[in-house]
């Protein structure tokens, strides 16, 4: 996407032959992607998102998705709960905190948009614990 731009990207293959939705993460995060001597060094070319988008799961279900700590700034889910989802989405990759407190501290502001928003929210981590909450917290 842009040439030169390196993206954090996440898609959703709606099905086969379809090309897949895409959301760039719109908000990077100061530890490791914006800071050109980060420890996470292949990450310090990261471009930020500029499009704000809605997944259409279907003809009933949209969602809006997030990456990583973008879940922690509720005026970037703000703007999409706006169009009414049926569904919060938030993935991350936990694994450059090893076995810290962050799983049980992440899990906060997930939380915290389920209620602010009442709606789901799905939290997929490729190293961690996965989540769900209802619309409730819970």
């Known amino acids: ?3 030169d731009q390196i993206l954090n990207a996440s898609l959703f293959f709606k099905k086969e032959g ?4 895409m959301y760039s993460k719109r908000k990077l995060f100061l ?8 420890i996470f060094s292949e990450n310090n070319k990261l471009s930020k998102g500029q499009q704000s988008t809605v997944f259409h799961l279907s003809n009933t ?10 879940i922690f700034y509720s005026h970037l889910v703000r703007t999409r709960a706006r169009l009414n989802p ?3 989405i938030n993935q991350a990759s936990l694994r450059n905190f090893g076995n810290s407190i962050i799983q049980e501290i ?15 929210v799905v939290f997929s981590s490729n190293h961690g614990n ?8 819970e």
């Open 31 to 38: 530890v490791g992607e914006l800071d050109p001597r980060s």
């Open 86 to 88: 049926s569904l919060i």
């Open 61 to 70: 279900m949209d969602a809006i998705p997030s990456i990583c700590f973008e």
């Open 18 to 21: 379809s090309e897949p939705l």
């Open 106 to 120: 992440y899990e906060k502001p997930l939380i915290m948009r389920s209620i602010e928003y009442r709606k789901p």
């Open 1 to 3: 996407n842009g040439g």
């Open 130 to 137: 996965s989540a769900a909450f209802n619309a409730l917290g």
